[in-house]
């Protein structure tokens, strides 16, 4: 018997057939008339003043219709995710401030065409002084944006409670740390992309791999000057994100083509390029001190942290802030002190990546407490549930967590996992270890507004419409939506169509970021979902004349509660209400889940509704002759609230630990040196460890059904937890990422361990 598809069951995602097909449309598929291709000048140093764009000899290049400066963008050439900041140009004006800035646009008949003139548009620098390291910006006379007062560290984040200073004072051991992360390249498959043309009711549209198709319909709309009605911006599908398409790629690009040519255009950039001038995951140092008692209660911790956003803040601020509130970890600290700084440099942009801050300060935190275990001479996992959060317990920012806190019941059941599967013996010549990495995450945007919409439509002739804005990655909303709105309807999944990310058709859903989707544009869809049912049954009643109350819904048939006799169906009904006040039957949903802004001096305040957690233990091995880091197994359990779709579930938790474990061994882009694919390694099928997934279901009441998201947290704790492993197989600690066979060697040889030597 097929499964409905309600919530809880596994079932197969709706979009994997078209996908595995090739059906699906990204946005390099789609082949319109007249199709003119678009390529971009970039900047070839990182910092300097523009003297001259000459684009004369480009404009007559074979097949060039128009070559495009800042002086033909129609609206506002500023830029940016925070409203408060804009701070980067549609295409340079006098200044450029990383290589691969933006600063000319050819169009031309052909892909090549576009190439060899974009080649030959002429720029003259001025160069200026360049900064690569965070701390040299800090104290450095030459500003990267001299239009905004406070020099190169534009944003400082504290959280400050109770008294730091004399908790160190009375603790029985303090442990003291730097840690580094690295600059991460997101790798998704699909490069960034998207296609312009002028509709059918004459709009500027824009198909596009993005993750918020209503924020690039906003930045479009203003640098269009163009009212909002005449701008539409679809999602097409996209190949991966991981945060990388949060920021406008090719959007705002082909829009000013599209208004001078007013013919289709399309820009799917190359790999190299991809590489060049997309966001990456910020490089963050932490400054940690952790006090405790000798009986491992954590009294305090004191922690700077100082990041690098690149030359443009993209979400530079959110990154901040968040490594400032997970700073403790997941854990009861009374006293903390946090100061976290960003600061501009001539780097790429830094951008969102997958847990975008949270990841950076797991490795830290969780190192911190495997270091305290083995001085208190502590279990990890005694010392972790002594101190984890539990309902009723406050956070450093002092949100009193009510309900749905599952880090215990994460901890205890990969300990009782590890009892059960104890870690075997080496081989010659091969060092063994294990270790454990623990998690709190934050659901949604941080300490602001957050909100979704969705509608749902019953047609005359009982075909239902659910209509979201929820831009879909490869993380499974598309399946995830219409179960819930299924689940509330007691309808079978697939009665459901979807219409999503469509301005002209959709209302906002927010960015696909944050975990935030299931949560709270799934909240948004439940409701819609209960306003239809409602007035479903209110019409019954209006014409039937039988109460709500003894009415129940079953596939489309509207039965008596009592004897299951069919009062009638969903066609029948929404026929009847059509023809007696010419509206379809309809619910429309919003969710915005509470929370109150930080105090900008202390950070005190409700940064987000609800939380994730979980606990990861990875088993690993290592080669003491070469240094190769072999992942044998991760056991990853995971508070998600309740499991929608607990298939899905699965994926994600393998997926976000294989990234995860990406990011521990072997990611790291290098600017200037990762120009290809060959030159960034991650994770291949033949690196794929035995995956346990294990769901851990503690329901948050404002949930859908109880759920939470699970999609970004997946990889928070992989790389603390593979670290620990590595220490607790040499002997040593590595205190910067990524864990790479160079790092993994000095150790072996600092240690005396490594057997070609022997």
Known sequence: MLMKGLAGDRITRRDALDKVLGRAAFSDDYKLDGLLHMKVRRSEI????????????????PGVVAVFTHHDVPGSNVVGPIASRKDQRVLAEHKVRYVGDPIALVVAESVREAECAAACIDVEYEELPSFFDPEDALHADTIIHEEFEGGNCFYERKIKRGDVDQAMAEADVVIERTYHTHIQEHMYLEPDAGVAWIDEDGRYAIAASTQNTHYDHSEVTAVLGAPPEQVRVIQAATGGGFGGKLDLNVQCLLAVALYHLRRPISCTYTREEQLLATPKRHPLRFKYKTGATRDGRLLAVDVDVLGDTGAYVSYGMAVATRAAIYAAGPYRVPNVRVRSRMVYTNHPVMGALRTFGVTQAAFAHESQMDI??????????????????????????????????GIKECLCQVRDYGRQNVLEPPPPGRLTGRGIGCFIYGIGNTAGNNPSNADLKLDPQGGLTLYDGVAELGQGSDTIMPQIAATVLNLNVSDIRLVRADTALTKTSGSSSASRQTYISGRAVYEAAGQLRDRILAAVETYFGMAPADLVMEDGLIRNRHDQRVVTDFQEISRKYFEDTGNELAGAGYYDPYVTPLDPETGQGIPYATYAYGCQMVDLQVDAATGEVTVSRIVAAHDCGKAINPKNVEGQIAGGALM??????????????TRKMRDYFIPSVKDIPE?????????????PFGAKGVGEPTLVPTAAAIVNALEHALGERIYQLPASLERVMELLTRCGLRTDLV
Request: proline content about 8%; aromatic content about 4%.
């Open 372 to 405: 305290l275990a083995r001085e208190l001479n502590m279990d990890p996992f005694e010392l972790r549930l002594k101190n984890a959060l539990e309902a009723g317990s406050e956070t450093i920012t002092g949100q009193l967590l009510e309900a749905s806190v």
């Open 660 to 673: 995860g474990m990406g990011y521990a061994l072997m990611e790291e882009y290098v600017p200037g040196r």
């Open 691 to 703: 995956m346990v997934p294990i769901i851990v279901e503690d329901p948050e009441p404002t949930g």
């Open 46 to 61: 990182p910092h300097g003043l523009i003297k001259k764009i000459d684009r004369a000899r480009a404009g007559q290049m």
